[in-house]
């Protein structure tokens, strides 16, 4: 049995988090889920659901860490927090494979590095969403937020964990590594990037290289590699520039359309587009570089967000991607 | 009479943008154009145009910069060339009030900086496009690539230009400040945008705070302040966006549309929008910083392109947009 811990409390809708994990027992059946939480809100939520219950368990916790907590006194004061008791679980037992959590991204940065610990070898543990690619695939965006001040270092360390969790995954044997950069010329760039794009090419990766921003969903690359601020304005533009074309689109499809056209084919194309580029639907984020894999799923994911997430988190684990990536540092450590 | 030098030949198609400074020449009648260039071939071009040629006149240059030299080399070599014939006449004629050309970045911006000087008080020029935002205004971003590397107080330099571009082009008394950054919340960032944040908050601008970088085009904001390499990764995301999106909803649309329907003006709605958030068509990058105006205008532009960057040029001339800045940073300089 694979255990994944799945913390829905800390998110906005809990109740569709429940009846997603129930769904994710009946996915997986080599999978045993624990929730933390509230035991009697927990039985109440899942007793209107058809699953395999033996697989599913309840670990009591009390409380709930909000979105607007300063995240190191939350972890610090809630310890009965559903969060708090999963990261600590995920740490002490053995058999815990990996946690799935709808916390904010600073208290599940703050469990994670500071209760379930860095892997030796990795300075900052980093967040990293799978985006959607135009080609049906998906690229990791490593760091996407957790570092906002990066050391070149750091980055060579993103394109280790990022071809990590592709090969895991997406069982991609050589997934190619980009560096984010404002040209493709060697010598492009910022100090940061150049210093980190000549320690990306010692390690154990396939780095081809630097990649232009309006590359990056194309599908030419399976990680692409930066900054956490850089990431993050990266993955906030994609978001903003698809919401304002979608309203931008419907307008002049209005303005344009025939007399009495009925333009419900083209509403739905706009949401199935917008959907398909959103990449909370299919799971969330992960936070790479701790002990144990951790991924956070959006605080508004709906219950088909949760199966997504526990096969991902499956396939994080059957691979033992954290365990790969340790002996790969270990290697390279000994080669110094 | 305010004289524009406007040079075509470092473009990909200097025919296109002949016939466009003819015509820019007819929508401003009190614009004055200097062309340099190959004068019998400008002639030859400039035959079939119908417009007032006594406001038109030709600086003989022999020679082109092309796109893949090497900027300092080619500035240096190329004495003769469009570029550096038009950046020198800047320099030196007291009338000349600004220059409009289609070389590459690179080039421009070493043209800026070594021939035609920065204001005092301004450590580094940056690049700056005038993006269109969802509610049909512009939002000014700088810098959007030449300073990969910058300190605080080029940020808090870049507000206060970006500020006097939006006073002089579009009137707006009080442009709307932002620091792009990863939240709104003042702790939010990094080292950078944090000292920039309070630096820019002694400026006499009106800064409003972080802004995310999906917020950039909903038009809440006029000028938004980052480095050339984060602003760089937000231009090309969105350009990215755009053609992965246009080319997705096509593809939902075939999929959607009722058996029969006539596609043809979905197919316009999406060029209809894909052009409206090109600021390519509506003109092109400020360079900022150097002590006349100088806009660049895309390689690929075309006829239509030149007479709207000419009544920008015009309004930045008209409103002495340098001599404003320099006064603003004597003031400053003056209180320290």
């Known amino acids: 049995m694979i255990k994944i811990i799945v913390d829905v409390f800390s998110g906005d809708n809990p109740q569709d988090l429940i009846k997603g994990t129930a769904d ?17 809100y927990l039985e109440a939520e899942l007793a209107d659901c058809s699953f395999d219950r033996s697989r599913l368990e309840i670990l009591p916790a009390s409380e709930i860490i909000g979105n607007d907590e300063s995240p190191t006194a939350a972890m610090r004061q809630k310890k009965d927090s559903s969060l708090v008791r999963g990261a600590t679980l995920l740490k002490n037992d053995p058999e815990a494979g990996g946690m799935i959590s709808a916390g904010s991204t600073g208290a599940i940065l703050c469990c994670g590095i500071f209760i379930v610990g860095r892997i030796r070898g990795i300075d900052r543990p980093a967040l990293a969403p799978l985006l959607p690619t135009a080609d049906g695939g998906h690229v990791c965006l490593i760091d996407c937020g957790a570092n906002a001040d990066c050391r070149p270092q750091y980055l060579a360390q993103f394109a280790l964990l990022g071809t990590g969790v592709m090969q895991s995954i997406y069982g991609i044997e050589k997934p190619r590594v980009a560096l984010v950069n404002v040209g493709e010329e060697d010598h492009k760039g910022s100090a940061l990037t150049n210093e980190a794009a000549n320690l990306i090419k010692r390690m154990p990766v396939n780095f081809v290289g630097n990649m232009e921003a309006r590359e990056a969903l194309t599908g030419r690359y399976d990680v692409l590699v930066c900054d956490g601020f850089v990431g993050n304005v990266l993955l906030k533009s994609i978001e903003g520039t698809a919401r304002l074309y979608s309203a931008k689109l419907l307008e002049a499809v209005r303005r344009n359309a025939p007399a009495g056209t009925d333009l419900a084919f083209v509403e739905h194309s706009v949401e199935d587009v917008m959907e398909n580029l959103d990449y909370n639907s299919r799971g969330g984020a992960w936070l790479l570089g701790c002990n144990k894999p951790i991924m956070k799923i959006h605080g508004a994911a709906n219950a088909r967000t949760v199966p997504h997430a526990v096969r991902q988190m499956r396939s994080m684990i059957l691979a033992d991607m954290v365990g790969g990536i340790s002996s790969k540092l270990k290697e390279l450590s000994g080669k110094r």
Not at 30 to 38: L, R, S, T
């Open 24 to 40: 994710a027992v009946n996915a997986c059946p080599d999978v045993h889920i624990i929730m933390p939480g509230d035991p009697e």
